[in-house]
């Protein structure tokens, strides 16, 4: 008996510290312990190629968490969904709330050596790491214009503001109207895009011409101050 025991013994020693796959991609993320999530699930994708099982995960996370706060709700989205999708390697890329797309404000891979590139039928877990990036706009304030605020157009190229339908394009098919710089307008919504490092706003306005509401979306860089 006491030969089996040393027998079992080695043997764990060898497969490592845990037999449990699942456990060791716990140890391995290392998402503290109770640790309450607060992101949003947007989108669950999969990216596979060819016989390679690939997964993406889109969350949108509250502004204002510290540096540590969102690493691990990023690690929390990556062992849920890395355990129960099980595939080779998974991407969770994380937007601040209120916008509606973009590439990341942070990202978390779990991949062999933390590289989504790396990501192979055949998973050894002794390889995976996980690398995290996080872009300093997650923690830079996008625009302190809120709803109802009133603000003057001005162009620095033209002598007028294009509004347009669309506040993903500025083709000529989606130009509504072109205001004259000075014109006075409140925001009605807004749109926020993430560019990784740095965000692109978008302001929906309307305003009274010649009784009649007009209303459109402009760049953020059209809008100049803010109307008393």
């Keep these: 008996m006491k030969r089996i025991l040393l027998l079992s013994l080695g043997i764990l020693i060898m497969l490592g510290c845990s037999t449990d796959p699942?456990?060791?991609v716990k140890e391995i993320i290392n998402v503290p312990e109770g640790f309450e999530p607060v992101y949003k699930v947007k989108e669950v994708k999969n990216l596979n190629y060819v016989q390679l099982k690939r997964?993406?995960?889109?969350?949108?996370?509250p502004v204002g968490l510290s540096k540590e706060q969102l690493e691990n709700n990023l690690?929390?989205?990556a062992q849920k969904f890395f355990l129960s999708r099980k595939p080779c390697v998974i991407a969770v890329n994380a937007l601040k709330e209120g916008f509606t797309s973009g590439t990341y404000h942070a990202r978390c891979i779990f991949a062999p050596e933390g590289k989504w590139e790396k990501a192979s039928r055949e998973i050894n877990l002794d390889t995976y790491k996980v690398s995290i990036v996080i872009e300093k706009s997650y923690f830079q304030k996008s625009t302190d214009l809120k709803v109802g605020s009133f603000v003057i157009l001005k162009s620095n190229d033209s002598k007028t503001v294009e509004l347009s339908r669309d506040p993903g394009g500025w083709r000529d098919e989606?130009?509504?109207?072109?205001?004259p710089n000075g014109t006075r307008v409140k925001v009605v919504g807004f749109q926020s895009f993430s560019l990784g490092k740095e965000d692109m706003i978008r302001f929906r306005i309307e305003t009274q011409i010649k009784n009649k509401t007009v209303s459109g979306w402009v760049h953020k860089w059209d809008v100049k101050a803010v109307g008393k």
């Design 174 to 179: 989606d130009i509504t109207h072109r205001l």
């Design 22 to 24: 699942a456990q060791k």
């Design 75 to 77: 690690k929390h989205a």
């Design 55 to 61: 997964l993406a995960v889109q969350v949108y996370v």
